[in-house]
């Protein structure tokens, strides 16, 4: 919780005006018991025109209370509302700043839970903070003061009251709070299967898994609503447990009162404050007995946002690192760091590489002189790179070598696991490696600034992103200044021209949200397009053509060919036709580098291309069988 009051910087003093101006409400409250015992017995025996008197002072103290009190609710708001506002902002900012492994690990559903959820039940238990919780024990206390002002025998009856309620209140507060937390988490839950369902319905329904997913999900929110109950349950023992206790106090003062009347100890207009004050304390108690429940629920709430700031980034980038000379945007070094820092790797094209061979590969392959001859350095190197996702039990990848140069087409291949999405993640750097190292013309990725690194790659990733918006905007998104005709040259490109121009605005059209107005060809071609906007040094198509027939995927392939500069293209696809031209293939096997070369000399050396390949045109497999 201590991490959050940060947030409350600049709101100091309406932090302080409003329980202050509450504290002058109950003052007001306070007092008028006193008046109408003062009416009762000073007013009552025949003395008309001091009743009306006290009756005036009434209502000033109710008007003036009624002033404090909405005073107070405004600086509250102000307080939670932008505590809140601040607070669901960094929020935010912080999750964009987290590496894949530490969303990965956080997961979204709980993310979604905590930036709505939770920061609206802690603004919530903010404002009542504000507002209550110094005036109600305020109130308490001072009924139990002004009891023994007017009769010490009498307030002994308040402070005991007041010793038994708080045994009473503070116990039910130890239990609750990490119920609260546990409440809340299932709740994570339940939002977590509902997007889950919703985002993959159709899957659902294609499978005929309606009812399966209905009784799992029947499970889950049967779980929070048992949790629920019991925090209520145990939440609701408040008000009765403090009822009773009140009113038995009230009892006791009551009869206690009316011994000392008939003896003459107390007047008649002092019962009725004493039991005035008794009836305001048990109001604020009630109101005490709630606070109390949105407090708890406002910590465990704004504990498990703290969980969430105080996550590690996972990842840190140098704030400027492209110093003259150096790796700068649209421009790769050419030898500025070919010293034997960085080795250059050679492979022998279609290759097929045991475990291990390629490191041998990477370091003894160039000469000396190669390495300190100024020659220019490859556009993607990467060096005995393993790669293991958080908690996983064995690596994604294993020793990974080889380089792609300025201008190349590379092909990635392989099996379903393979690695094949994992391998390009590593070159924008969405995730680190764990050994080895990535480097982007010589330079290892890890000293590259974000932007700077990052405006320089193309990606486009499996599953199609767009976002709700215009045609335009969503192009936009690599060049927020990209004129019209940078745009319906990529959109040339990418063979999605043709359909934008036909839809009902152009450019303009709108796209809903996720794109779930188009088709899976037409959203993919749009994201491509969207990466060719901002000319891209490197482009990755992560399997992102998977949607399109063989001649759009070939006429695509030679676009990207024909484009002007000597752009890099990751090409990764489970089609061998998709991947015939390119420079080098890379085949990978079980997170390992099994194969590297041309489709003709992967056909001839690396069985596991071949196998691939006879799978999907096995017309062309020999007789004999491979």
Request: net charge neutral; proline share 4%.
């Amino acid at each position: 919780m201590r991490r959050l009051l940060k947030y409350l910087k600049g709101y100091e003093k309406e932090t302080v005006l409003a329980p202050s101006f509450k504290m002058l409400e109950a003052f007001f409250d306070l007092l008028v018991p006193l008046v109408i015992a003062r009416m009762i017995d000073v007013g009552l025996p025949g003395r008309r025109g001091y009743l009306i008197g006290e009756f005036f002072l009434l209502l000033l103290l109710a008007a003036v209370g009624l002033a404090c009190s909405v005073t107070a609710q405004f600086f509250a708001a102000k307080v939670s509302v932008g505590f809140a506002a601040r607070l669901r902002q960094d929020l935010f900012d912080h999750v964009q700043s987290l590496s894949g492994a530490a969303l990965d690990k956080l997961g979204s559903g709980t993310l979604i839970t905590r930036m709505t959820s939770d920061v609206n039940q802690v603004q919530n238990g903010l404002n009542m903070t504000l507002r209550l919780l110094l005036r109600s024990p305020f109130i308490v206390f001072g009924s139990m003061i002004m009891a023994f002002t007017i009769h010490g025998r009498s307030g002994l009856i308040f402070a005991a009251a007041i010793a038994a309620l708080s045994v009473v209140v503070y116990g039910i507060m130890f239990v609750s709070i990490p119920l609260f937390s546990r409440a809340q988490a299932a709740l994570d839950r339940v939002l977590g299967a509902a997007r889950e369902n919703l985002t993959g319905v159709r899957v659902i329904r294609a499978f005929c898994r309606e009812e399966d997913e209905i009784r799992a999900f029947d499970a889950k929110n049967e779980a929070l609503t048992r949790m629920n109950l019991l925090v209520g349950r145990l939440s609701a023992l408040m008000n009765p447990v403090t009822y009773v206790m009140v009113n038995a106090a009230a009892v006791v003062l009551i009869r206690t009162g009316a011994v000392e009347v008939n003896s003459g100890g107390m007047g008649q207009g002092e019962l009725v404050a004493l039991y005035n004050y008794m009836a305001q304390m048990i109001v604020e108690l009630i109101k005490l007995a709630s606070l109390i429940i949105t407090i708890n629920r406002a910590i465990a709430c704004a504990g498990r946002v703290s969980s969430v700031l105080a996550a590690e980034p996972g990842m840190e980038f140098p704030a400027s690192e492209f110093s003259s000379g150096e790796f700068s945007p649209g421009e790769f070094s050419t030898g500025e760091f070919s010293s034997a820092e960085f080795p250059s790797t050679e492979i022998r094209s279609a290759e097929v590489l045991p475990a291990g061979e390629a490191a041998e590969a990477a370091e003894g392959a160039a000469s000396p002189a190669a390495r300190t001859s100024g020659v220019e350095e490859p556009a993607v190197r990467f060096r005995n790179v393993t790669f293991s996702y958080q908690g996983a039990g064995a690596p994604a990848l294993t020793d990974i070598s080889f380089e792609a140069g300025r201008g190349e087409t590379v092909g990635i291949i392989g099996g379903t696991g393979s690695g094949k999405s994992t391998l390009v993640q590593l070159i924008p750097r969405f995730y680190d490696v764990t050994e080895g190292a990535v480097e982007l013309g010589g330079k290892d990725v890890r000293r590259c600034g974000k932007k700077e690194l990052r405006s320089r790659i193309g990606l486009v990733p499996q599953k199609a992103v767009l976002f709700k918006g215009s045609i335009r905007e969503n192009l936009r998104w690599a060049d927020p200044d990209a004129p019209d005709s940078a745009l319906r040259s990529a959109l040339k490109t990418a063979q999605a021209l043709d359909f934008v121009e036909s839809r009902e605005g152009g450019l303009d059209s709108l796209i809903e949200q996720s794109g779930r107005n188009l088709s899976g060809g037409q959203r993919q071609r749009l994201t491509i397009a969207r990466a060719l906007v901002g000319q891209p040094d490197i482009l990755i198509l992560d399997d992102s053509a998977s949607a399109l027939d063989y001649a759009t995927d070939a006429r695509l392939r030679q676009a990207l060919k024909e484009l002007p500069g000597e752009m890099t293209v990751f090409l990764v696809s489970q089609r061998t036709a998709s991947l015939r031209g390119a420079d080098q293939i890379l085949v990978l096997d079980d997170g390992r580098l099994t194969g590297r070369g041309t489709h003709e000399e992967l056909m001839q050396s690396c069985p596991v291309y071949q196998e691939i390949h006879y799978s999907q045109f096995p017309e062309e497999r020999p007789e004999s069988g491979i």
